[in-house]
C-alpha cells in the first residue's frame, strides 16, 4: 500500500526531481479534416510561427501543442477532447475553437477543470460570458460589422438586404446591422438566414435580386462558402442590376481570395486584419509563417489569432513562473497589450474581449494577387453585443 503512494508520488516528481521541469501542454481542439479543416490549419501554424520565433520553450518550460481534430462542427466531439485532454494529458491551457458551437460546449469544462481556454476564433458576442476561464483573442461580430453600418450609411447606402449563416456569430451580425444601419436612417428590405452546412445559394440569390436592395450585407464563415455565394452573385447579374456586396472580412478571408479571383474586386468589407496591413509586426509574422506553414496557402485572421493567443499563453507562463494556475492565468490577462501583426490589441478586464483596430478595407489586384487593402479604421474597437 505504502509502496504504491510512493511509487505515484515518484512518478509525479520524476521530472521535476530529475531537474527537467515538465511539458508545458496546450491542448489545441479544431477542425483539422471536414469543411472547415482549414481553420485548424491556419491556427496551428499562426501558433507555431510564434514559437518559431519566441523559442519552445519559456519560463524553463518547454512547449508542447496537443492537437485535437473536432472534424466539426461537433460540438460533442470538441466537449469529449477536451474531457481527455484535461483529464488523461493534464494540459495546462485549453486553446483554438473556431467554431462558436464547439467553443460553447467546452466552457463548462473549462470553468470545472479551472483551465485558461484561449479562444481563437469563434466569434459571437456571448462566448466569453459562458466562462470566467475564457479569454478571447479573435474577434466579434459585432465588432467587425458596426464600424460598416456606420461607414454604409455615411457612404450613402439607403436600402440593405441582409444575408448571414445561421447561428451564433450569423445572428450577431445580421442584429448588429440592423442596430447600427436603422437608426442612422437605414431601411432593412429583406433579411435571410442561410443554413450553416453546405447552404445552396441560388434562391437567396434570387430573392436578393427581386428585392432590387443597393446593397447585401453578408457574413458567411470563412471559407469555400464566400467563393460560391460570389460566383452565384455574379452569374445571376446581381452586379449588373447594381447591387453592391458589403461585409464582414470573413467572406474575403486572405486564404481564399485569390480562388475568388474577379468576382471578389471592388468588394468592401470591414476586419480587424488583412495580410497587406503595413506594419512590421505583420511583415516579421508572414515571414516566420511561410517557414512553418507547410502545404498550407496564405495566411489568414486566424493565423494571427494562433500567433497572438500563443503570444498570451506565453505572457501567462512568464508572470506565473511557469506554475499555471488557471485563475491567476485569467487574471494575467486582464488589460494585457500587445502590437499584433493586425494592430495594437488589447484584453478588456472587464469582458476577458479583445479590443481592436477595425479597418475598412477594398479588394484590389496587385502584383497579380487579390488583396484588401486597408482604406480607413477606427482604433480601440470594444465588443458592443455585450
Ligand atoms: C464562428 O463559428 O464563430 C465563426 C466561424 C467562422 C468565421 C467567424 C466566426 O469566419
Known amino acids: 500500500m505504502y509502496r504504491a503512494l510512493w511509487a505515484c508520488l515518484f512518478l509525479a516528481l520524476a521530472p521535476w526531481v530529475a531537474g527537467a521541469e515538465p511539458a508545458l501542454k496546450i491542448g489545441l481542439i479544431a477542425p483539422f479534416s471536414g469543411s472547415f479543416a482549414n481553420y485548424g490549419k491556419e491556427i496551428e501554424a499562426g501558433m507555431k510561427a510564434y514559437v518559431k520565433l519566441n523559442g519552445d520553450k519559456v519560463a524553463g518550460r ?15 466531439v470538441a466537449k469529449r477532447l477536451a474531457q481527455e485532454l484535461v483529464v488523461r494529458e493534464k494540459v495546462d491551457f485549453l486553446a483554438g475553437f473556431c467554431l462558436t458551437p464547439e467553443a460553447l460546449a467546452v466552457a463548462d469544462i473549462a470553468t470545472q477543470a479551472k483551465k485558461l481556454m484561449v479562444v481563437m476564433n469563434a466569434a459571437t ?8 476561464y475564457i479569454v478571447r483573442v479573435s474577434m466579434t461580430l459585432p465588432q467587425n460589422t458596426v464600424p460598416l453600418a456606420t461607414w454604409a450609411s455615411k457612404n450613402g447606402i439607403k436600402q440593405v438586404f441582409t444575408l448571414v449563416s445561421d447561428y451564433g456569430p450569423g445572428i450577431d451580425a445580421e442584429t448588429a446591422f440592423k442596430n447600427a444601419f436603422t437608426p442612422a436612417g437605414g431601411t432593412i428590405v429583406d433579411s435571410v438566414r442561410v443554413p450553416l452546412n453546405n447552404p445552396e445559394f441560388a434562391p437567396f440569390l434570387q430573392r436578393i435580386k427581386d428585392g432590387r436592395p443597393e446593397a447585401v450585407f453578408v457574413f458567411l464563415p470563412a471559407g469555400e462558402q464566400g467563393i460560391a455565394f460570389m ?19 470573413d467572406i474575403t478571408d486572405d486564404l481564399v481570395l485569390d480562388a475568388m479571383g474577379e468576382n471578389a474586386l471592388g468588394m468592401i468589407t470591414s476586419f480587424h486584419y488583412s495580410t497587406a496591413h503595413d506594419s512590421p509586426e505583420n511583415k516579421t509574422f508572414l515571414k516566420a509563417f511561410e ?14 489569432a494562433g500567433y497572438d493567443g500563443m503570444a498570451a499563453i506565453y505572457e501567462v507562463a512568464k508572470k506565473l513562473g511557469g506554475k499555471i494556475d488557471g485563475d491567476k492565468a485569467v487574471e ?31 479588394v484590389e489586384k496587385r502584383d497579380g494577387r487579390y488583396v484588401n487593402v486597408e482604406f480607413d479604421q477606427v482604433p480601440n474597437v470594444k465588443d458592443p453585443g455585450k
Not at 518547454?62 to 460533442?76: S, W
Not at 458576442?125 to 470566467?132: A, E, N
Not at 517557414?291 to 494571427?304: C, D, I, P, Q, S
Open 125 to 132: 458576442s456571448i462566448i466569453t460570458t459562458r466562462s470566467p
Open 332 to 362: 494575467a490577462l486582464k488589460g494585457w497589450k500587445r502590437q499584433s501583426p493586425r494592430g495594437p490589441i488589447e484584453i478588456d478586464p472587464a469582458t476577458r474581449d479583445v479590443v481592436q483596430t477595425v479597418y475598412l478595407r477594398r
Open 62 to 76: 518547454k512547449v508542447q501543442i496537443i492537437v485535437r481534430d473536432t472534424t466539426g462542427p461537433l460540438p460533442d
Open 291 to 304: 517557414e512553418v506553414k507547410g502545404g498550407l496557402g496564405r495566411a489568414n485572421f486566424m493565423a494571427v
Open 231 to 249: 460566383k452565384g452573385f455574379h452569374e445571376r447579374g446581381l452586379g449588373q442590376v447594381g447591387i453592391k456586396v458589403i461585409a464582414t472580412g
